[in-house]
Every structure is written in C-alpha cells, then in structure tokens.
C-alpha cells in the first residue's frame, strides 16, 4: 500500500509493483492513500501580477479631458490666504504694519493645486488640504470636472524609498543625539544639565556602571541650534550704527562657551555638531558646517567633526538621516499637523525631506538636482529641535526599518536621547539640578 | 531601552559602600590622607574659590559657592580619579557627621535611574538636595547611580552655584578635562599639523604659544609640587601628626607623577593656585594679574592667523571678478559715502512723505525726452525734486556705463556743448498718490568732442515736455497704457546697439534703478545687508511689465535662468524667475538671496549683482556691483 522506499524514484517505476493489482476480482476494502501534507510553500510570482489595473491613463495636466478618470502625477502648491508674502506687503502696503507672527498659517479657505511640468489645476475631494502642503510630489487620481477643477478620488505618496542593508552592530552601541543646547541665552537655567550631558558622556558623572554604559556611548549628534535665538539680536540692523558701535555681538561668548563644551566632549568621544537655525552660518539649507575657526579649542581635536544640516551619515553600519528641525517646524507651520512625529513620519512618506524649501524654508537653488529627495531609506531618522521627545520604529512593506526620532529642544527640556545601534531602540535621557522650587521641578517629572 | 543601564544597576550605590570598607580595613582609608585634610581645611578658611568675571553674573545671594566644593572641583583640584573624588567627599561628610560637627554641612547628590516620564522610560539624571534624596530615589523604578555631588556648608536654595563652582576650575583644566575621567578615548587626540586641513597653521602656531605661557608657569610649577606637599604637610603638621603617619602611597605616587607628566599639564599651575589659596589672597591676587593679561595675549594670537587665513578663503569672487573689481569697489566706495547722505535724506524724505505713503502705487513711464534746447531750466515741480534726493546716488554709475561717451562737465570749458543723457526721474503723482518713473533723456552740457556734439541732435523721436506731463497726470498715465509701444521701440533701439544678454541687463538696471531706494528703505531694509557680490537674485517678472522690455530680455531671461525647482509658485506672476527665494524671518518676510550664475552670457557667478523684483508694475530693487564689460 504506502510507498515503499526504493531506489528507484521516478514515478512509474515506484507504481510499477501494483501496476497489475487491479486485474482481479473486486476486493473487500479499496485502498484509499492519504496525501502528502504540503510542506512549505510561498508564492513568488508578485512581480508578474500586474494587478487590478482598469486601465488608468496617466496624463499630464494638458492631456486631461473633462470627465476622464486618470492619474496625474505633480507638485502641489496651496494657496494661502494667511501666508507671510512680501510681496502682498508691498504691493498693499501692508508693511508699515507686520504681519502678526502666528503658530499655524493654515485656515479653512486655502487651496490646493497640482501643478506639472506645463500648468495647474485646482485639486477638490477626497484630499485633506490642511494636511498636505506646498512642495509635496504625489499622484492624485480622479477625473477633471467642467468648472475646470480636478475631482480627487485618491492620491498617493512616493512612500518609504528602498531599504538599504542592515549592517547594525551586534553588540550594545550608543549614539547620543541632542540639540538646542541654546547657549548664550539670557537665564542660562540649562547650563547646569548641559554639564551634567557633559558630564555623562565623558564619564564624570554617576556610578562605575554608569561610566561602563556611558562608554558604550560610540558618538555625539549635536542637532543644531547650540546657540539660543537671543543671540540673534537684531539690534545691528534696527538700531543706529553710532548706538550699536561697540557693542559685542551676543553670539561671541556663547560660541566661546560652546567651544568649551566641544572640547571637553571631544576629549572623551566624537562629536558631530550640526548647525541650526540659529547657529552662525547660512540660512538657507543646507546649512554648511559651522567654521572652525570659531571653535579653536575642540578643533583641534580630530574627534570633532562640524557637519551639514541635513546630516547623514553611517555609524556603525547604521545609516543616520537627520535635521536641525527646520524642515519640520515649517511644515508645521503650513499644515495642520500637530506632531512633530507625525510631520517627521509623513516627510519620509513623501519622499522627500523638506517639501517647503524653498517655498516657505530658505533653501540653495538647486537646478539640477534636489539632494531633499529621499533615495536611501535611512535606519535613524530624526529631527532636531522637537518640543519634546518621540520615537517610533516605522515597518516599511520592503522590510524597511526606520527609527523616528525627535530630539527635544534641550535648554527647554533638559533631555537629549540615546539610540540603541543593535536594535534600533531609542530612549530619553533627561538632565535636572534643582531649583528654589524644586518640588514644581519634581512635580514637572512626574507628569 | 533598558539596556541602557543595565549593568549600572548592579554597581548602584558602589561608590558609596566602597569606602566605609576600606576605612575599616584599619589605616588605608582615606581619613588618613593629607589631601582630606585640605579640603577639610578649605571649607573651614572659606577660601575664595570662583573669583572672576562669572561671579558678577551670580547674585549675591549665592555667595555660599565659594564654600561649595563638588566633586569635579575636588577632582581636578587634588589631581585624582572623579570617583575617587566623590569617595572622598561621601568619606568626608560622614567622618564630619559621626563627630557632630557636620551638622551644618549640606549635601547634593546625583542619582540616576529610570524614570517613567511622558509614557516613556527615561534615564533621569538629577542632582538632589539630601533632604530630597529618598524621594527622588523613590521615584525611580531602577537606580543607576548614587554619589555626592557636592558639599556646602549652606542650604543650596537651587543649582545653579553648583554650575559655577565647577566652571572655573573645568576652564583652567580644559586641554585636561578627561584626564580624571573614568572614560579614555583614544581616538580622541589633538590633531597633528599634518593631519590638520590647510587653514589650521594658525592652530599649529597658536599650539606652541599656548605652550609657550603654561611653560611660562611651567619651570616654577614643575619644582613646586613636592615642595607643596611638603608645604601643606608643614602646614597641616600638627593636624596630620597624629593620622598622617603612614603618609599615603597615593599622595606620594601623585606628587612624583606631577612634574614628570608633561612641561604642558596644566596640573601643576593649578596646583600652584590652590597653594596660594592657603596663603592668602594677595597671592592669588598677584597670581591672578600674571595669568589675567596672558590670556587676552593668547587670544589674540588665536585670532590673528585666523583671519588672515580667512580672507583669501572668502574672497574667491574677487579672484574671478577681476575686471568688474575696480569699478566695483568705486561703486561701493561711493555707495558709502551715499549712503550716509542717504539715510538722512530718506528718514527726513519719510516723514514727509507719509501720508502719500499710506496709499501709494508705483507706475514706471518710460519716455524719451530729448531736448536740444535750454531744457536746463525748466522749473522741477516740487515733487520731482523732492523725490528725486534718494535717486540720484544710485544713479551715476549705470549712467556712466550706458553711455560710452561719458559726460564730463569741465569747470572752465568755453564750449558748453548739449549731451543727451538718460535719467530716471520719480515722482508722485497727486492725483492718484501713484509714484511715476519716468525716463527721459535729458541734454546736459559737456565739452566734448566736435562729433560727438553732433550725436545728441540726431534722435529727438518723443519731444515731450517735461513739465506738462507732471502738471497732467491724466495724460500721464494715458500714456502709460498706449506707451508700451514707443517705449519699447525705444528700448529696442538701444538694445540693437549691442545685442548681448548683459548689455539688456544693464539697460534694465538703469531702467528701473530710480525706483530702488523707497521701496528698499520701506520693505526690505533688513535684506539690504545680506546682498553682496556673488550673491544674488530676484527677478519677478509680471506679464505687462515683460513687454516694456528688450526682447532678447524676454527672450533669454526664462530659459537662461529658470531652474525648474525655482519657479516661484504664485499664478499671478506669470513670467517668474526666483533666485534667491522668500523667506519669512522672525515672522516677517524678508528676501534670502543664493549664488547667481548667468548661464547666457557665460560669465558665471559673480559678474553682477543685479536685484530686480518687479511688483505690478513697480521695481522693488535692483543693485549692480560690476559695470558691463560690453559697453
């Protein structure tokens, strides 16, 4: 009845004994044989399959006839009323009196358009206009109505880009990520955490055990925005110059502080100090590294490497991706989307890193090729300057992981993070001294 | 996430059991040692600790910092290992406490740990009051650390003393920061000059002049450690006598280990400071006026190459602009001095002006005006004239430019010849509150040559007078609308003179370069700053005003400049070409300029500066810096 092992394998010939078992009288009980259970199996063919495909042309905005679904890949623009333009204040007049600075400039009546190559169209329907914001590449799919607008049904992003190998450490690896250490700002409160940072990382502080972790700290990321916004007088430019003649800049000591800060984080580990909005360098992204001349101490030590903004970089095989928040603060601003996670997740989504440059973000004219667009996904991706910490491991369908990050902005939060290299972890690593009220500062942690 | 500390938990409170432990293993503990004996007595002779500039900063409510010693200060003070440091200080507090004169002593200490905090676990760093410390200890699920931070003999109302005390004595240890670390990094070494980039041979100058003023302290500080300790122990001689018998290895090991480490430790200096603490403060008075003029010296020498080093760097535009260069540095020399003269005008000019001020629009009539005759008297109206002071300095220069014959006015010239020049004027038109450009070719007199005289008279096509049109704004701006044509035919006529994109550019800079000032004074000040040479670019382009341009204009200007990414996305402007871009700035809008390359006439980044932002028919503001190589 069951096969019996041979040495013969090929089909007839294991059938072969029975072949005349059937040249006889009808038997009491017909055999039956059970079936060879399925062992393993998968279906590999998913690149053949072309899908559910209704024939969806994909046209460019001249091509479009009324009433014809299809597909049209563009950049968006959205018009808003609220947005600060030069432009509107001169042309108004409006100037003589600012505009007031707002949290968000988005409001209900704004629009948005797909624009291509040749020309736009308004966008209506199934497509959230707060959310989405100007500079965005997506596909929108709908059809052209007669009032000449563009009927949305759906619209996607580039989604995640390709997942790049991973390479991590097997071992316990960390990289300490931190910004706004906000240096020469007037109350100087977070001077004491920034030392004890410091302090930590270069294995004064705590415990031997503590020492031992902290020197598995294998890199710093300063994230922009070592200087405060207090150090940007803008005195020089409002004020006479007779009146503002001798008067020294508030960045110098506070790159003189933060000078000394490098050194002795240099001395101990590498550091990658990444310019920020307020830091003294360009404007426009991408923000080239700071000069070291103006650091000479911790220059001299070849630890310290002074980087651009966006910062990317491998560290022990993990491929870091990351801002001085720019990127997602203005954005924040022009959508209405309330978290700094969110924002971040949704510009990995989008492809591309800072949507708005150079809309709303300054930005270099690139003319021939955009570095924001994202082509590697990147393990770590995070951003500077955050209101407060949050990480998120993203799945992406092509096996892509993706750390999320959103460093706090440390003179106001008083914690930095630490990214754990083998498995992508992250955790918040938050600095106090105690104040005359340190039971509200107390209080504060608890909550 | 926990990982983090893993093995920290395990050790927790090490530092502090570790002691008692070796106290009790009779005569090695540290009670014996002269070191603790120091600092006992620095607390007790309140030696002043922090005196320097950061003290002004402090209110002097915190005047208890002098009597605070950290564990950092203590480390770098005695020249041991930070945990020992902090051993000493947990060691000391509670000998103090065990004979009941510690009663007014006040310890911070630092506890580490994990912490729920925002639905995360977080690793919690904080330096706590004692009376806080169970609380604090409490709070967290898992405890990675635990050592005194500090000993004061005053209650600490808040921590910021705490950052102060240890400021001075980290700045005067800072080449030597990590020496007393419990963590080595042995990637972290100063760079040598070879490794260093090009620039750094101010660092390699600079290194050995550094050097140079530690070793200025160096001979003395070197003999002075042994000679010290035998000092203190003097000093403390009868204090110690009865502990310090077996004097300790360790103070012995530090003290030989001292002046062989290195001529450069800044060790021994620091420890020639704190000796000098005990005796007295005219020591360290005088110590501190050696050390206090040296730094400035070492600063300077800091800077000096830097800059120098800088300049080159900075100036690859002058390199490349050679030709522009002269021109333009008279340009600028010029615009200084105008500058001057402007700013007073333009305030005065404002106020006058405000009221028209609060609705204005800008119209730009391009006319040719060519007068054979006496035109020199023709009575300006008022508003010419008074609209006219911020225009002329900006001015001269494009003028020059255009006209190659230059108009040269000889004091004692007996011919007084007529020479067509052309001008932007500017005014307010009353009537509608609008501001008029007009351009009008204007006859000056000149003592030039016999043929050129002859040129002037030629070409008179548009004989307008110049005062009807400011008396009749009507008619003014009738001619606005039909004028795009002979305009534009007059625009061609000088553009046929030498068809190349920067002569067109040139002629539009002097075509709408009357406008700058106001609108620069009144919108974008701030951006005024930021335009230099190399930098560049806004061109705003509305349909209307593009057909008053040269055509090679219009026709070069999109596809020479437009990168695609930089189209600027606003559908009212329909020939926009940004090249820098809008930025708002602290909420306000103001305009961030990049690199400009003209890609038509090949000349690259840097040939000319040239702000141009049209706005419905008004110029916001343009700027040259080179002349025209082609005229």
Redesign the interface.
């Known amino acids: 009845m069951a096969k019996t092992p041979t040495s013969h394998t090929m089909f007839s010939e294991q059938a072969a004994p029975m072949a005349q078992g059937l040249l006889a009288p009808p038997s009491a009980e017909p055999s039956t044989f059970p079936r060879v259970p399925v062992s393993g199996y998968s279906d590999c063919s998913q690149p053949f399959q072309l899908g559910e495909r209704d024939d969806i042309a994909l046209r460019k905005l001249s091509e479009l006839q009324a009433g014809e679904k299809c597909c049209v890949v563009g950049t968006l623009?959205k018009?808003m009323q609220l947005q600060?333009?030069?432009?509107q204040?001169?042309?108004e007049?409006h100037?003589?009196v600012?505009?007031?600075?707002?949290p968000k400039y988005i409001q209900p009546s704004d629009e948005l358009?797909l624009?291509d190559?040749l020309q736009?169209i308004k966008l209506e329907g199934a497509i959230d206009v707060q959310r989405l914001v100007?500079g965005t590449i997506l596909a929108v799919y709908g059809c052209e109505q007669d009032d000449g607008r563009f009927l949305v049904e759906d619209h996607c992003f580039a989604d995640l880009p390709p997942p790049l190998p991973w390479n991590g450490p097997t071992s316990?690896r960390?990289v300490l990520l931190a910004s706004g250490l906000g240096l020469g700002s007037v109350s100087?409160?977070a001077?004491?955490s920034t030392?004890?940072l410091v302090?930590?990382v270069?294995?004064?502080?705590?415990?031997?055990?503590?020492?031992?972790?902290?020197?598995h700290i294998t890199r710093v990321i300063l994230a922009g925005n070592l200087l405060s916004q207090n150090t940007q007088s803008?005195d020089t430019?409002n004020k006479a110059k007779y009146l503002t003649k001798k008067t020294q800049a508030a960045s110098v000591e506070a790159v003189k502080m933060l000078d000394?800060i490098l050194?002795?984080l240099?001395?101990?580990?590498?550091v990658d100090v990444m310019p920020g909005e307020f830091d003294p360098t360009n404007?426009?992204l991408p923000q080239q590294p700071l000069?070291?001349?103006m650091l000479?101490?911790a220059?001299?030590?070849?630890?310290l490497r002074l980087v651009t903004n966006p910062y990317q970089a491998s560290l022990d095989g993990v491929r870091f991706l990351g801002t001085s928040g720019q990127n997602i603060s203005d954005i924040f601003k022009y959508s209405s989307m309330d978290d700094y996670l969110e924002i971040l997740e949704w510009t990995l989504l989008a492809g591309h890193i800072s949507p708005t440059a150079?809309?709303?973000?300054?930005?270099?004219?690139?003319?021939?090729s955009?570095p924001f667009i994202l082509t590697e996904c990147p393990h770590v991706y995070f951003c500077g300057n955050a209101p407060?910490?949050q990480?998120k491991l993203l799945q992406g369908k092509e096996g892509q992981r993706v750390l999320l990050v959103t460093v706090p902005d440390f003179s106001a939060t008083q914690?930095a993070c630490?990214v754990?290299l083998?498995d992508l972890?992250?955790?918040?690593?938050?600095?106090?001294?105690?104040?005359?009220d340190?039971e509200d500062g107390?209080m504060e942690?608890?909550? | 996430p926990g990982a983090w500390f893993k093995r920290a938990g395990q050790e927790e409170e090490q530092v502090l059991k570790d002691l008692p432990d070796q106290n009790d293993t009779a005569g090695q503990g540290w009670d014996s040692s002269p070191e603790i004996l120091i600092f006992d007595t620095l607390l007790q002779l309140e030696i002043p600790v922090s005196l320097d500039r950061r003290r002004a900063e402090i209110p002097p409510h915190t005047f208890w910092d002098r009597n605070s010693v950290t564990y950092k200060w203590l480390s770098y003070t005695l020249g041991v290992h930070v945990n020992q440091a902090k051993q000493m200080l947990y060691d000391y507090v509670e000998r103090k406490r065990k004979e009941n004169s510690g009663a007014q002593l006040h310890v911070t200490y630092l506890v580490a740990g994990n912490l729920l905090q925002n639905g995360h676990v977080c690793h919690k760093v904080a330096v706590v009051r004692e009376d806080k410390l169970e609380a604090m200890k409490s709070k967290l699920s898992t405890i990675a650390s635990v050592h005194v931070y500090s000993v004061q003999k005053a209650l600490l109302k808040d921590s910021s003393p705490l950052y102060n005390t240890d400021y001075d004595i980290v700045k005067t240890n800072l080449q030597h920061c990590s020496k007393f670390s419990a963590i080595r990094c042995a990637a972290a070494v100063p760079r040598t000059p070879a490794e260093a980039p090009p620039a750094p041979s101010p660092q390699s100058q600079r290194d050995p002049s550094a050097a140079g003023t530690l070793n200025g302290h160096g001979p003395p500080a070197a003999k002075a450690p042994p000679q010290q300790h035998k000092g203190i122990m003097g000093m403390f001689a009868a204090k110690a006598a009865a502990k310090a018998q077996d004097t300790p290895k360790e103070a012995k090991a530090e003290a030989k280990e001292a002046p062989g480490v290195s001529a450069a430790s800044s060790k021994p200096p620091t420890k020639n400071n704190i000796m000098n603490n005990f005796f007295g403060k005219a020591a360290m008075n005088k110590l501190k006026a050696n050390s206090v003029p040296e730094q400035p010296k070492e600063e300077k020498e800091v800077v000096k190459p830097s800059v120098a080093v800088a300049e080159p760097e900075s100036s690859p535009n002058t390199v490349a602009e050679k030709p522009g260069k002269k021109a333009e540095s008279a340009r600028i020399q010029q615009k200084d001095k105008n500058s001057k003269t402007k700013r007073a005008d333009r305030s005065d000019d404002e106020e006058e002006r405000d009221p028209e001020n609060v609705k204005k629009k800008r119209k730009r009539i391009k006319q040719l005006q060519s007068d054979s005759s006496d035109d020199e008297d023709v009575p300006p109206s008022p508003t010419l004239e008074e609209e006219r002071a911020p225009s002329p300095p900006p001015a001269p220069a494009p003028k020059a430019e255009l006209e190659p014959a230059s108009t040269e006015v000889s004091a004692g010239g007996r011919k007084r010849k007529r020479k067509r020049v052309l001008k932007s004027k500017m005014f307010i038109d009353e009537e509608e509150g609008c501001m008029v450009t007009e351009k009008v070719y204007e006859s000056e007199s000149c003592t030039d040559s016999e043929d050129e005289f002859s040129k002037p008279k030629a070409p008179a096509p548009h004989k307008q007078p110049l005062l009807p049109t400011k008396r009749e704004p009507k008619e003014e701006r009738k001619n606005t609308k039909k004028g795009a044509a002979p305009a534009s035919r007059a625009n061609k006529q000088l553009g046929s003179v030498a068809p190349s994109f920067c002569v067109a550019l040139c002629k539009l800079l002097l075509l709408v370069e009357a406008n700058m000032q106001p609108l620069v004074t009144q919108g974008i000040n701030q951006t005024r700053e930021e335009f230099f040479p190399g930098h560049l670019i806004i061109c705003l382009l509305k349909e209307t005003d593009v057909k008053d341009f040269p055509e090679e204009l219009i026709l070069n200007m999109p596809e020479a400049w437009a990168g695609e990414d930089f189209f600027h996305r606003n559908q009212d402007w329909k020939l926009s070409t940004v090249f820098g871009h809008l930025k708002p700035q602290n909420d306000r809008n103001c305009i961030e300029l990049g690199p400009l390359e003209c890609h038509s006439c090949g000349t690259g980044t840097g040939q000319g500066v040239l702000v141009l932002l049209l706005l419905t028919s008004a110029v916001v503001s343009l700027e040259l810096s080179a002349p025209p190589r082609f005229l």
């Open positions: 623009f018009s600060p333009s030069i432009l204040e001169i042309s007049e100037n003589l600012p505009q007031p600075p707002l358009m624009e190559e736009r100007t316990d960390f100087g409160e001077l004491l030392q004890l302090d930590v270069t294995g004064q502080l705590g415990a031997e055990g503590e020492q031992s972790c902290a020197a803008r430019i000394e050194l002795q240099c001395t101990s580990v590498p404007y426009t000069h070291r001349c000479p101490l220059s001299a030590y070849a630890t150079p809309d709303t973000l300054g930005c270099y004219p690139f003319y021939k955009d407060h910490f990480s914690t630490l754990n083998r972890t992250c955790q918040p690593i938050a600095f106090s001294g105690f104040g005359a340190s107390d942690v608890g909550h």
